[in-house]
């Protein structure tokens, strides 16, 4: 016994010694992880991923347990260290992108970098765009606190952006579901289906007035929008984002909590972060006994259901650079091309590339209006983060069989709404400003950086489906101006320029 627990130290002190090598030890004799280690994985499980400061910088990390304690371990922390085993339904392998090097992580997409770039192709997009790009917005980004995102972004197959990966591990959930769970999905996607075309129709009379900023067409007595009424409406589009997401975890968490042994062991063997470990599978659902809606709203639960099982936390809390300020054309000018087209992976590095060169197209002047954003911003960003950390706790609780604040969860969600809505006021309005001060050469050059025509697909979108355009609400209160009744509602203009 006393050699087995000597050879066992010994084995512990020479992998810990290398795995922690890159932290900055607290003595020079010391060996194992720092006292950060411990910190950052104090109220953790093993096999939680975590964020992990080190003296390069944060990385990700798993926590393992020591001889001292639960600690974080870098997840690559040199070369090419094979991936370490996790708990089951741990992700298996940190953050890494696949253009190497740079990690996926929360810290990463409230970068400045990574922030500048995303507004930057938001405003590249914008102003190259019209009032139909701009509606076009994916299902997954409504009420998306089930790790879905974070996810797509480190698959080690590097697939998360094709557009099969979804379909795939949604088939895969269904086909693991028995036939009373995936009728919980449908009866939750039925009673869904008008508060989810709601959300997407609320976002029109906002995409509206940018649009109306952006040319100039304001009504009489306001000289712009104005931020109370933007932040106003995006709190109350956000506690419905927040009571939709709050309906989700109540279904889900109660069909995880159904799942047999049998149904767990299955899903072990698909590994989050891992689509290569996916078989493929046949539909499992007849999608011509449902609307396209609600076929869409079932997927969506499906693909999230395995995310939340198979995740954490900190996968819930994750959210891509692109999530905040999604009325500008972005999503439409990225993956409403990619639309119908199977196996068809989108280029990670379309944001950061286009954005980085919308900012050389700029001036000095106007680059800095667009730079002057991030610290514009940073306070918001900083307080979503904590906003989405608490409404993803609170799931967590439904997922684990505990009572869950629905009234705090729309509270959160309303706050949620109010950082979004000052955020995207403020990109409205430097887009604007931006635009009206472009010359002739410099709309010719960013409507080259455009790989697509703005109307290809021709919007409007009810999310990722076309539509016919709806009658939109009186926009005048979005620009400080009381609401006529009799005045018709507001009707998008040609493409703004």
Same mark, same amino acid.
């Given at each position: 016994?006393?050699?087995?627990?000597?050879?066992?130290?010994?084995?512990?002190?020479?992998?810990?010694?290398?795995?922690?090598?890159?932290?900055?030890?607290?003595?020079?004799?010391?060996?194992?992880?720092?006292?950060?280690?411990?910190?950052?994985?104090?109220?953790?499980?093993?096999?939680?991923?975590?964020?992990?400061?080190?003296?390069?910088?944060?990385?990700?990390?798993?926590?393992?347990?020591?001889?001292?304690?639960?600690?974080?371990?870098?997840?690559?922390?040199?070369?090419?260290?094979?991936?370490?085993?996790?708990?089951?339904?741990?992700?298996?392998?940190?953050?890494?992108?696949?253009?190497?090097?740079?990690?996926?992580?929360?810290?990463?997409?409230?970068?400045?970098?990574?922030?500048?770039?995303?507004?930057?192709?938001?405003?590249?997009?914008?102003?190259?765009?019209?009032?139909?790009?701009?509606?076009?917005?994916?299902?997954?980004?409504?009420?998306?606190?089930?790790?879905?995102?974070?996810?797509?972004?480190?698959?080690?197959?590097?697939?998360?952006?094709?557009?099969?990966?979804?379909?795939?591990?949604?088939?895969?959930?269904?086909?693991?579901?028995?036939?009373?769970?995936?009728?919980?999905?449908?009866?939750?996607?039925?009673?869904?289906?008008?508060?989810?075309?709601?959300?997407?129709?609320?976002?029109?009379?906002?995409?509206?007035?940018?649009?109306?900023?952006?040319?100039?067409?304001?009504?009489?007595?306001?000289?712009?929008?104005?931020?109370?009424?933007?932040?106003?409406?995006?709190?109350?589009?956000?506690?419905?984002?927040?009571?939709?997401?709050?309906?989700?975890?109540?279904? %889900?968490?109660?069909?995880?909590?159904?799942?047999?042994?049998?149904?767990?062991?299955?899903?072990?063997?698909?590994?989050?972060?891992?689509?290569?470990?996916?078989?493929?599978?046949?539909?499992?659902?007849?999608?011509?006994?449902?609307?396209?809606?609600?076929?869409?709203?079932?997927?969506?639960?499906?693909?999230?259901?395995?995310?939340?099982?198979?995740?954490?936390?900190?996968?819930?809390?994750?959210?891509?650079?692109?999530?905040?300020?999604?009325?500008?054309?972005?999503?439409?000018?990225?993956?409403?091309?990619?639309?119908?087209?199977?196996?068809?992976?989108?280029?990670?590095?379309?944001?950061?590339?286009?954005?980085?060169?919308?900012?050389?197209?700029?001036?000095?002047?106007?680059?800095?209006?667009?730079?002057?954003?991030?610290?514009?911003?940073?306070?918001?960003?900083?307080?979503?983060?904590?906003?989405?950390?608490?409404?993803?706790?609170?799931?967590?609780?439904?997922?684990?069989?505990?009572?869950?604040?629905?009234?705090?969860?729309?509270?959160?969600?309303?706050?949620?709404?109010?950082?979004?809505?000052? %955020?995207?006021?403020?990109?409205?309005?430097?887009?604007?400003?931006?635009?009206?001060?472009?010359?002739?050469?410099?709309?010719?050059?960013?409507?080259?950086?455009?790989?697509?025509?703005?109307?290809?697909?021709?919007?409007?979108?009810?999310?990722?489906?076309?539509?016919?355009?709806?009658?939109?609400?009186?926009?005048?209160?979005?620009?400080?101006?009381?609401?006529?009744?009799?005045?018709?509602?507001?009707?998008?203009?040609?493409?703004?320029?």
């Amino acid at each position: 016994m006393t050699t087995q627990v000597l050879l066992l130290t010994l084995m512990i002190s020479v992998w810990t010694g290398s795995t922690w090598a890159q932290d900055r030890p607290e003595r020079p004799d010391r060996q194992g992880p720092p006292p950060q280690a411990y910190d950052d994985c104090r109220g953790k499980q093993a096999g939680d991923v975590v964020q992990h400061t080190t003296r390069e910088g944060v990385v990700a990390a798993t926590c393992v347990e020591t001889p001292q304690g639960l600690a974080a371990r870098p997840d690559r922390p040199r070369g090419d260290r094979p991936e370490a085993p996790s708990r089951e339904g741990g992700p298996e392998r940190g953050p890494e992108s696949r253009a190497g090097g740079m990690q996926y992580s929360l810290d990463q997409a409230i970068s400045d970098k990574a922030q500048l770039h995303t507004i930057a192709f938001n405003g590249l997009a914008f102003l190259t765009g019209d009032f139909g790009a701009d509606t076009f917005l994916p299902p997954g980004k409504v009420s998306d606190y089930f790790g879905f995102q974070y996810m797509r972004d480190i698959d080690a197959n590097q697939a998360g952006h094709n557009t099969s990966f979804l379909t795939r591990i949604a088939h895969n959930m269904l086909a693991t579901l028995s036939e009373g769970q995936k009728a919980q999905l449908l009866r939750l996607a039925k009673a869904q289906e008008p508060s989810i075309r709601r959300f997407a129709e609320m976002r029109l009379p906002l995409i509206k007035a940018f649009r109306q900023n952006l040319a100039g067409d304001l009504p009489g007595g306001s000289v712009g929008l104005n931020k109370p009424a933007v932040i106003q409406y995006s709190a109350e589009l956000y506690a419905l984002d927040g009571l939709l997401a709050f309906q989700r975890a109540e279904m %889900m968490g109660g069909a995880i909590r159904s799942l047999s042994d049998q149904q767990k062991a299955a899903l072990g063997r698909l590994k989050f972060g891992d689509s290569r470990t996916w078989p493929d599978v046949p539909e499992p659902l007849d999608r011509r006994s449902m609307s396209h809606e609600v076929n869409v709203a079932v997927m969506t639960y499906a693909s999230e259901m395995f995310s939340w099982y198979a995740g954490s936390l900190q996968a819930d809390t994750y959210f891509c650079p692109e999530r905040h300020g999604m009325y500008f054309g972005g999503f439409g000018m990225k993956t409403a091309p990619a639309m119908g087209k199977r196996d068809y992976s989108i280029s990670t590095r379309m944001t950061g590339d286009s954005g980085e060169a919308f900012l050389e197209a700029l001036t000095d002047g106007q680059r800095k209006r667009i730079e002057d954003l991030i610290e514009l911003q940073r306070q918001d960003l900083a307080e979503i983060v904590r906003t989405r950390r608490a409404i993803a706790g609170e799931f967590r609780r439904l997922r684990e069989g505990e009572t869950a604040n629905r009234d705090k969860v729309v509270s959160l969600s309303r706050r949620y709404g109010e950082l979004d809505g000052e %955020m995207s006021y403020l990109y409205a309005t430097a887009f604007a400003e931006v635009g009206r001060t472009l010359t002739a050469e410099q709309r010719a050059q960013l409507a080259r950086l455009r790989a697509t025509d703005p109307s290809d697909p021709k919007g409007p979108f009810l999310y990722s489906e076309p539509i016919r355009l709806p009658e939109i609400e009186n926009t005048d209160h979005f620009f400080g101006v009381p609401m006529d009744p009799k005045k018709p509602a507001a009707q998008p203009g040609a493409r703004g320029k």
